[in-house]
């Protein structure tokens, strides 16, 4: 059962029910508050929802420097108790708003900004918080894992807020979703301290940051993965946009199918984590053939004729999505130092949302103009775009070329080479070249060949 080897082990057993419970709550929230801005407070306007989703998740763009130097050097599961906390206390303002009928349109949009504050300082300390649980050998099954509790909660919390947001209203839903961070809280207070394993934190001193961001630079494989991210991250995953504009002005229907359609696409993400989790070391060619599978399903949900296909062709684009996602993270963070790790995190998680100020103010302005089905062809174009960046960088680093066996039929026709001379047939080479740090050498700064530096000690990929 190496799919769930992780939950063997207390810890993160104990960190896996506090957050599912917690994550249950946020997409509760996420969908009662987008439909409240979509329904409730404007005429069906996707591009407010575009500009509350820019508020919630634009402060991870500004704040990740800060963010991430935090997560390394201060202790971790103290800033989860104060982030868990404000974000509950923030829950609870907007539903009491909301409840006693005084929330407009700007108070909304500024409750999402300070929950993209908070949001922003918890991000990268929940991310890296993981590696104190587990060993590093169980550190990718761990990310997925968490991957899989996120995307259970995505299939279970937008559908029961569908059911409530039309029944009693979002302001419970909000008030609800406060009760939950309670669940992680609790969660926190059963993991005693002395049984979390010690890391490297960040020394004090100037130049902390700039030191994150030039460890950066120096890994190309790394720097790749995050234009990738950037880009599906900042045009293709605005999902709560895409389905609302899609079942609201498209189809015509109401919160309870908004809500629906959010759990049918989680079906694929949940299957897309499990997976992932099963997989073991991420690995390079896995998070660009996803993104372009992504961006494939995206264009054919885009031409769904009604309602159930929609649904249908939302199940794959929710697993590459997913899959993209938790092979990228995992990836970041299992060939990162250790000491840098929360810095590098909190580059991920900003390229990661905070594109999202830009790409969903963008989406929804494309959603009211041209109409639902267009917006969904911006996503189809960027995950095509992330995958040929992908590859076009993989033929670099492994100086791959193509050589023809006339004398052969079939695949065998096609023979894939690099500097270290012919390694297969047909699409063999493809797969040695996006195999990840383990296959490649070590790298020293400004060596140009993409290889990912050995992380050097007992942390090295190739286990």
Request: hydrophobic share 55%; proline share 4%; net charge positive.
């Amino acid at each position: 059962m190496s799919t769930f080897k992780s939950l063997h082990i207390l810890n993160y057993r104990i960190w896996f029910v506090g957050a599912l419970i917690s994550n249950i709550g946020t997409w509760m929230q996420r969908t009662a508050q987008d439909w409240l801005v979509f329904a409730h407070l404007t005429a069906h306007d996707a591009g407010a929802v575009g500009i509350t989703m820019a508020l919630q998740l634009g402060p991870q763009l500004f704040l990740a420097p800060v963010a991430g130097l935090v997560a390394d050097r201060f202790n971790r599961k103290r800033l989860l108790v104060l982030t868990q906390s404000a974000m509950a206390l923030l829950s609870a303002g907007l539903g009491i708003l909301v409840i006693t009928g005084a929330a407009q349109l700007w108070q909304v949009y500024a409750f999402a900004l300070l929950l993209g504050v908070v949001s922003a300082l918890d991000a990268p300390v929940r991310q890296t918080f993981v590696s104190e649980l587990v060993q590093d050998d169980y550190l990718p099954n761990a990310v997925a894992l968490n991957s899989a509790s996120f995307n259970v909660a995505r299939m279970i919390g937008p559908a029961v807020a569908g059911v409530l947001t039309a029944v009693v209203g979002p302001g419970w839903v909000f008030l609800i979703n406060t009760l939950t961070f309670a669940a992680m809280l609790l969660s926190l207070a059963k993991i005693p301290v002395a049984s979390l394993r010690r890391m490297p934190r960040a020394a004090a001193g100037k130049g902390r940051i700039r030191e994150g961001l030039r460890y950066v630079r120096y890994r190309p494989d790394l720097v790749v993965v995050l234009v990738a991210i950037f880009i599906v991250g900042t045009l293709g995953l605005n999902f709560a946009l895409f389905i609302a504009a899609m079942v609201g002005t498209e189809f015509g229907l109401d919160a309870g199918a908004f809500g629906l359609m959010n759990s049918i696409m989680a079906i694929g993400s949940v299957a897309g984590a499990l997976l992932s989790a099963g997989r073991g070391t991420p690995r390079l060619r896995v998070i660009f053939a996803a993104a372009g599978a992504f961006g494939v399903t995206s264009g054919i949900a885009a031409l769904a004729p009604n309602y159930f296909w929609y649904g249908v062709a939302l199940v794959p684009v929710g697993l590459f999505a997913i899959t993209m996602m938790t092979s990228a993270n995992g990836y970041v963070q299992t060939t990162t130092d250790p000491v840098m790790r929360g810095r590098v995190m909190a580059l991920y998680m900003a390229i990661f949302m905070g594109g999202t100020p830009i790409g969903a103010p963008f989406v929804g302005w494309v959603a009211n103009i041209a109409g639902p089905r267009w917006s969904m062809g911006v996503a189809a174009v960027a995950g095509l775009l992330a995958a040929l960046i992908g590859l076009l960088w993989i033929i670099r680093a492994k100086q791959l070329r193509l050589h023809f066996n006339r004398r052969a039929r079939g695949l065998r026709y096609f023979r894939v080479a690099s500097r270290a001379g012919a390694i297969g047939a047909g699409g063999s080479g493809a797969d040695a070249a996006g195999a990840g740090p383990a296959a490649q050498p070590e790298s020293m700064p400004g060596n140009d060949d993409g290889a990912a530096p050995a992380r050097g000690r007992d942390d090295a990929v190739g286990r």
